[in-house]
């Protein structure tokens, strides 16, 4: 299997991809092409004693700006280590990509480049988050603003699919992240989107407020873009704000008490750590494409190849094509019968 | 000065409000007019032993419950604790009001039986905020689910007159909650919102990502009522599950451990304790209108009351007015410059 890695994405590249990229080869049983400047990566690898086999480099010269229009992706960037990253992955030079970068212009890269499945009309990043009980897919968390009712079933239709392939969770539990708990709730966006998913055939278990998110007590949240970045960065804000506050609390003479916790301290902060999850999937392209956090180090790029390869054993693409393709059906069939 | 307080709102009435009311009036120089069950206040006053000198009560034979939809208030809740309190405070018989029961009735309530200020289109739940340097208001915090760009500065200059004449803060900082700093980021919404925000004179510092909200760099963050609540919930439940998790790690031999930062483990939980902030204020609102949080606890109701005090004494309302005049005639000079 081959995995395409973006060298130049994020703010620790390309060090920290090499790094990733070193231990994947070694522990994953994977190949990787990795895309951005060579005589770089060559200098990087070398300075740093990072073996490079099975490990081929496609040279590009430029990096994606991350403040520049993601549509550039598909005009003056395309000679990025992005771009071209994904153009690999849709003429089918590797099996799925992995990259730091921009998420705006990968999720626009990933549309109309590597293309979305038949019959998904909107790609979403889709972030595993950690609970207080395993962890849930948060699906659009980013890309999609104004969405439709109909393109919120998708996302749970996929959100599902991917729980379910890729992280072995069965029969998914998916909610609809609302202001309550009743199907009355919110706006015509989720009273309509909550009558859809009732008819999807997926496992529906009505609205999730936000604040039972961290418990962890379903596998999918469904929301548009907007809410799902922001609640999205929120979960992100509040951990660093905690993580800082236990350093805190355990500096000076706190530095002895924390001995006598030291394996539930572990135990936490790895429960919580993004870096264990990998990446985020962009869901309803036609090859994996993974967006690693912007911070990701070589122990989050590791995971997130990991995260590729399985979506490439799982054929995660696939089986959202036939779940898609199953949805659409009932969907018509629930019309059908609506009109007779 | 009187507040009025709605003996039966919230998860812990009578009790925890009674005694909340007889440490304000023992504490905060105020008379208190509760409206409730009269035998069931004076039952449960003497039965855990709680004066009830300074407070007069109001009998209401009923309680609104939180289930029923937000408009009743007006019609089959007409007398509720919760309508009567409204009902006092719009005829003068009382400065400011505190109940702990459903946020939608009493926004409903405050908007139709207190009514709005002049020239403010929506009333907005303002919850104030822990955050890692201070505290912010969140505005609106979840009544009104679809907002046009005018409305969120009028939430914007509402907040600003709450955290400068309530909170203290001088040229309170106010942000627009967002996903991403650039102004072209965002719905319509948002990037409507921005270019009012930037013209309204107050200290518009521009976008805020949901990540930055706990760490306190603004004092007003300003959003629709759908996405706010959001935020709020996810803002509880986060603190919830480290809260949970600070207890499971400090217990067995953990407990021994904590010794060692007692003193940096109460300050961190003082601090990020909603219940020392008192309730959310409805801006907007001819007079004072409190919403304490659904599971208040004496402490937490009198807060709530200090706030309340804290509210009549520096007129907010009169201020929130001319705040709103002073910012609607630099729009219509905005656009008579723009016309000409």
Request: include cysteine; aromatic fraction near 6%.
């Amino acid at each position: 299997m081959k995995i395409i890695v973006d060298a130049f994405g994020g703010d620790n590249a390309p060090l920290e991809v090499l790094k990733g990229c070193e231990r994947a080869v070694s522990e994953l049983d994977v190949n990787i092409v990795l895309t951005g400047h060579e005589k770089k990566i060559k200098s990087c690898a070398k300075k740093n004693e990072i073996s490079l086999d099975g490990i081929e480099i496609v040279h590009t010269p430029e990096v994606f700006d991350i403040h520049e229009e993601p549509k550039e992706i598909m005009k003056s960037g395309k000679n990025t280590s992005m771009a071209v990253g994904l153009k690999l992955l849709a003429d089918g030079k590797g099996d799925a990509f992995v990259s730091a970068g921009s998420t705006g212009a990968l999720v626009m890269g990933a549309t109309f480049i590597v293309k979305r499945l038949k019959g998904i009309k909107r790609v979403a990043p889709s972030p595993v988050l950690p609970a207080d009980k395993g962890s849930f897919v948060l699906t659009d968390a980013g890309a999609n603003t104004e969405c439709r009712p109909e393109m919120l079933v998708q996302f749970a239709v996929m959100g599902s699919a991917y729980m379910e392939k890729v992280m072995g969770v069965k029969n998914p539990k998916v909610a609809l992240l609302n202001i309550g708990a009743e199907e009355t709730k919110g706006r015509e966006l989720e009273t309509e989107a909550y009558k859809l998913l009732e008819k999807s055939g997926l496992n529906f278990i009505g609205n999730i407020e936000a604040r039972d998110m961290p418990k962890g007590e379903c596998h999918v949240v469904v929301t548009d873009g907007f809410t799902g970045n922001i609640a999205l960065k929120l979960y992100e804000g509040m951990g660093s704000l905690f993580g800082k506050k236990m350093k805190w609390i355990y500096s000076g003479i706190g530095k002895v008490g924390a001995m006598f916790s030291i394996g539930k301290i572990k135990k936490f902060r790895k429960q919580m750590d993004y870096k264990e999850v990998g990446g985020s999937a962009l869901l309803g392209v036609k090859k994996p494409v993974i967006k690693a956090h912007g911070n990701s180090d070589s122990i989050a790029f590791f995971n997130a190849i990991r995260q590729a390869k399985k979506c490439v054993e799982t054929d995660i693409s696939g089986v959202i094509e036939k779940y898609a393709e199953k949805t659409a059906e009932i969907s018509k069939e629930l019309n059908r019968i609506g009109q007779n």
